[in-house]
């Protein structure tokens, strides 16, 4: 059963039939970036909290009636979401926080929460009869697009910008895609593949552009709520480039609220680095999106221009969240902080919310006595180059046993 209505354009407020529209607003062009809109009343007849108590599917999949997608495939898909909410004992006694999750959204298939989109699109391109999916990235939709293609045996040709860590880059090949590295930025990867896109007619799984992708991404929301048994935290902190994943978060959330299933959408903290900061300069100054430079670590995040502003600026607006934005430094420290006291290893842009939860806590923009969820949205081990900038390197130790305590004990373990 397909609960879908329409698809409302988040520029001129038109709403479209199931089947009039393609990708992004006829009228508006590739800035009216749809979103899709759900038959709540039928909806909430079907998704009770009964219908989740019993449901034994522990994947994203388990929320298809609110994807939008034909169920026909799901069972040959690789398994992306429910990924565990860690409660924290140590991160939160540090911070001095009541309360705190981690999404560890690092562990799905391809490591990213990209997955949840790839997986979306990868079944939507199989419904559509797309001989090829296509879609540019700075590497974790890219990575997870090659990974959910290749599972399902669909061909996939991918475009990235030159600076794609190592370990993305290698995923995408071993996972057979046609790999284009772009010699330029993820705006030149962007506007390459959008080209050949067009004129190869492929699926185009770019992010922004394609309405379902957010519809994979909501799912991260609809866990979080789900694992706190409907009572999701006061606050939920997430990195932004494009916006999309942002965007993601607040629909899942806002949909639950409308289907009377949680009491309130939690308050989003959007976090970007300073090295590539457009949604923070555009809501100091309150002026629209400027480009910026992409220069920063967080490789997944550093978009200059962000391709879903309307989806992140609601997500903000409408929830009543802040926007931040924290130095590559501190993001290091946050990687390193996350390792240490909870075992959790996040890539840059991954641990990007965990910087700006300090940040915003050292701003009493969020309070100690509220409760929060940061969510982990790439694995470490994607990008151990930049992870390294985040460790102290051991030394070379001869195979001396006094040599060793000397050691042990400058480490204090003995
Ligand atoms: C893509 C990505 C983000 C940000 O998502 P957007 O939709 O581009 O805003 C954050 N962290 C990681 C690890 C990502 O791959
Ligand atoms: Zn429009």
Same mark, same amino acid.
Request: net charge neutral.
């Given at each position: 059963? #397909?609960?879908?209505?329409?698809?409302?354009?988040?520029?001129?407020?038109?709403?479209?039939?199931?089947?009039?529209? $393609?990708?992004?607003?006829?009228?508006?062009?590739?800035? %009216?970036?749809?979103?899709?809109?759900?038959?709540? !009343?039928?909806?909430?007849?079907?998704?009770?909290?009964?219908?989740?108590?019993?449901? *034994? #599917?522990?994947?994203?999949?388990?929320?298809?009636?609110?994807?939008?997608?034909?169920?026909?495939? &799901?069972?040959?898909?690789?398994? +992306?979401?429910? *990924?565990?909410?860690?409660?924290?004992?140590n @991160?939160?006694?540090e911070?001095?926080?009541? !309360?705190?999750?981690?999404?560890?959204?690092?562990?799905?298939?391809?490591?990213?929460?990209?997955?949840?989109?790839?997986? /979306?699109?990868?079944?939507?391109?199989?419904?559509?009869?797309?001989?090829? &999916?296509?879609?540019?990235?700075?590497?974790?939709?890219?990575?997870?697009?090659?990974?959910?293609?290749?599972?399902?045996?669909?061909?996939?040709?991918? =475009?990235?910008?030159?600076?794609?860590?190592? %370990?993305? @880059?290698?995923?995408?090949?071993?996972?057979?895609?046609?790999?284009?590295?772009?010699?330029?930025?993820?705006?030149?990867?962007?506007?390459?593949?959008?080209?050949? +896109?067009?004129?190869?007619?492929?699926?185009?799984?770019?992010?922004? &552009?394609?309405?379902?992708?957010?519809?994979?991404?909501?799912?991260?929301?609809?866990?979080?709520?789900?694992?706190?048994? =409907?009572?999701?935290?006061?606050?939920?902190?997430?990195? /932004?480039?494009?916006?999309? *994943?942002?965007?993601? /978060?607040?629909?899942?959330?806002?949909?639950?609220?409308?289907?009377?299933?949680?009491?309130?959408?939690?308050?989003?903290?959007?976090?970007?680095?300073?090295?590539?900061?457009? =949604?923070?300069?555009?809501?100091?100054? #309150?002026?629209?999106?400027? $480009?910026? $430079?992409?220069?920063?670590?967080?490789?997944?995040?550093? /978009?200059?221009?962000?391709? #879903?502003?309307?989806?992140?600026?609601?997500?903000?607006?409408?929830?009543?969240?802040?926007?931040?934005?924290?130095?590559? !430094?501190?993001?290091?420290?946050?990687?390193g902080e996350?390792g240490r006291k909870e075992g959790? =290893?996040? !890539?840059?842009?991954?641990? *990007?919310?965990?910087?700006?939860?300090?940040?915003?806590?050292?701003?009493?923009?969020?309070?100690?006595?509220?409760?929060?969820?940061?969510?982990?949205?790439?694995?470490?081990?994607?990008?151990?180059?930049?992870?390294?900038?985040?460790i102290e390197k051991p030394p070379l130790m001869e195979a001396d046993i006094n040599k060793l305590d000397i050691y042990l004990k400058e480490k204090g373990v003995i």
């Amino acid at each position: 059963m #397909n609960y879908i209505t329409g698809y409302r354009c988040t520029v001129c407020g038109k709403i479209f039939k199931p089947g009039e529209v $393609e990708l992004t607003c006829p009228i508006c062009g590739e800035k %009216g970036i749809l979103d899709v809109e759900y038959d709540y !009343e039928a909806l909430k007849k079907v998704l009770t909290k009964e219908y989740f108590a019993k449901n *034994t #599917n522990y994947s994203m999949w388990r929320y298809a009636p609110l994807m939008g997608i034909k169920e026909d495939h &799901i069972d040959e898909m690789l398994r +992306i979401g429910w *990924t565990p909410l860690v409660k924290s004992h140590n @991160l939160a006694k540090e911070l001095g926080l009541k !309360e705190l999750y981690i999404k560890d959204d690092g562990l799905n298939p391809s490591g990213s929460s990209k997955d949840r989109a790839s997986g /979306v699109a990868v079944l939507k391109a199989i419904e559509a009869g797309a001989k090829v &999916i296509s879609c540019s990235s700075t590497g974790n939709a890219a990575s997870s697009c090659a990974c959910h293609a290749a599972h399902m045996g669909l061909p996939a040709v991918i =475009f990235v910008p030159k600076r794609a860590p190592i %370990g993305k @880059l290698t995923q995408i090949s071993l996972y057979g895609a046609t790999l284009v590295v772009v010699d330029g930025d993820y705006k030149a990867a962007f506007k390459l593949s959008k080209e050949a +896109i067009n004129r190869h007619h492929w699926y185009n799984r770019n992010a922004a &552009i394609n309405p379902f992708m957010v519809e994979g991404k909501k799912t991260v929301s609809l866990e979080i709520a789900e694992q706190l048994k =409907f009572k999701p935290t006061d606050w939920v902190v997430a990195s /932004v480039g494009d916006g999309c *994943t942002i965007g993601g /978060v607040y629909k899942g959330f806002d949909e639950l609220h409308k289907l009377g299933l949680i009491d309130r959408v939690p308050r989003i903290l959007g976090v970007q680095s300073t090295g590539c900061e457009p =949604f923070v300069v555009a809501s100091r100054n #309150n002026e629209p999106l400027k $480009e910026c $430079e992409e220069n920063t670590i967080a490789d997944s995040i550093a /978009v200059g221009i962000p391709r #879903n502003p309307l989806k992140a600026l609601r997500a903000v607006s409408k929830s009543n969240g802040r926007w931040i934005s924290v130095s590559d !430094e501190k993001i290091l420290e946050a990687m390193g902080e996350l390792g240490r006291k909870e075992g959790i =290893f996040g !890539e840059p842009a991954g641990v *990007t919310c965990l910087a700006g939860l300090k940040e915003a806590l050292n701003q009493g923009i969020i309070q100690k006595d509220e409760s929060v969820t940061i969510i982990i949205t790439g694995n470490g081990l994607k990008d151990p180059a930049n992870a390294q900038k985040a460790i102290e390197k051991p030394p070379l130790m001869e195979a001396d046993i006094n040599k060793l305590d000397i050691y042990l004990k400058e480490k204090g373990v003995i």
